[in-house]
């Protein structure tokens, strides 16, 4: 199956497949209500989000992500609009020396076509995550979660991901933190929707599920 033809499929199909394979997670997704997956398909601007989220709180982002969209004079970011700016200005806006070279860098990758924002849709999950994490500033775990709410691929298992494990731990009732060997276990029994199972554990953890 091509990367655009995998979708997330009816919360039926869903249940299914989970009463199949994995009793807790069906159990799960029962008490709780329909996948809700919004995407974002301004790629760049979901990418420019990531980077300033890094490491900071939610309220700080937001913060900064205000001031830096108000350099824009009320239109959207873009490539060659942040690469005009001065370092100044976004490090006015709360950005770190480190962050405002990784937005240059991401916006050149835009500017110059090396990043195709049109091909990403068509690329599968390995090409992507290898095309995103040749910017500087993005890693493995922000293109796992571009994949997940941008292009919203249904098979995602992001094992680095800190509250997938606190969430595992509390669903499957471990003494300590999964491993990534036991997190691609209990991935192995989602296949292929370890998105969805990724999502509801994370709702089970947190109501307020993260989404960029």
Same mark, same amino acid.
């Given at each position: 199956?091509?990367?655009?033809?995998?979708?997330?499929? $009816?919360?039926?199909?869903?249940?299914? /497949?989970?009463?199949?394979?994995?009793?807790?997670?069906?159990?799960?997704?029962?008490?709780?209500?329909?996948?809700? !997956?919004?995407? *974002?398909?301004?790629?760049?601007?979901? !990418?420019? *989000?990531?980077?300033?989220?890094?490491?900071?709180?939610?309220?700080?982002?937001?913060?900064?992500?205000?001031?830096?969209?108000?350099?824009? *004079? %009320? /239109?959207?970011?873009?490539?060659?609009? =942040?690469?005009?700016?001065? &370092?100044? #200005?976004?490090?006015?806006? %709360? !950005? $770190?020396?480190?962050? =405002?070279?990784?937005?240059?860098?991401? $916006?050149?990758?835009?500017?110059?076509?090396?990043?195709?924002? /049109?091909?990403?849709?068509?690329?599968?999950? &390995?090409?992507?995550?290898?095309?995103?994490?040749?910017?500087?500033?993005?890693?493995?775990?922000?293109?796992?979660?571009?994949?997940?709410?941008?292009? *919203?691929?249904?098979? =995602?298992?992001?094992?680095? &991901?800190?509250?997938?494990?606190?969430?595992?731990?509390?669903?499957?009732?471990?003494?300590?933190?999964?491993?990534?060997?036991?997190?691609?276990?209990? %991935?192995?029994?989602?296949?292929?929707?370890?998105?969805?199972?990724?999502?509801?554990?994370?709702?089970?953890? #947190?109501?307020?599920?993260?989404?960029?």
């Amino acid at each position: 199956m091509s990367p655009t033809q995998r979708i997330i499929p $009816s919360r039926k199909e869903i249940l299914l /497949h989970f009463d199949k394979n994995d009793a807790v997670m069906a159990q799960l997704i029962r008490k709780s209500g329909p996948i809700k !997956l919004k995407r *974002n398909r301004n790629y760049f601007i979901v !990418l420019c *989000n990531a980077i300033i989220g890094q490491q900071i709180s939610v309220a700080a982002a937001d913060a900064i992500t205000i001031r830096f969209n108000k350099l824009f *004079n %009320g /239109h959207s970011p873009t490539p060659q609009g =942040v690469i005009k700016l001065p &370092d100044i #200005d976004l490090r006015k806006a %709360g !950005l $770190s020396k480190q962050k =405002v070279a990784y937005l240059k860098d991401l $916006s050149f990758h835009f500017y110059e076509k090396i990043l195709r924002p /049109h091909r990403l849709h068509h690329m599968g999950n &390995d090409e992507v995550i290898c095309q995103l994490t040749k910017v500087h500033g993005i890693g493995r775990w922000t293109a796992e979660m571009f994949l997940i709410f941008s292009l *919203n691929r249904p098979d =995602v298992l992001p094992v680095g &991901d800190l509250g997938l494990q606190l969430a595992l731990k509390k669903l499957y009732r471990m003494r300590q933190l999964p491993t990534v060997k036991r997190m691609r276990t209990i %991935g192995r029994k989602w296949n292929p929707l370890e998105t969805v199972g990724t999502w509801y554990a994370w709702r089970a953890q #947190d109501e307020k599920t993260v989404s960029y």
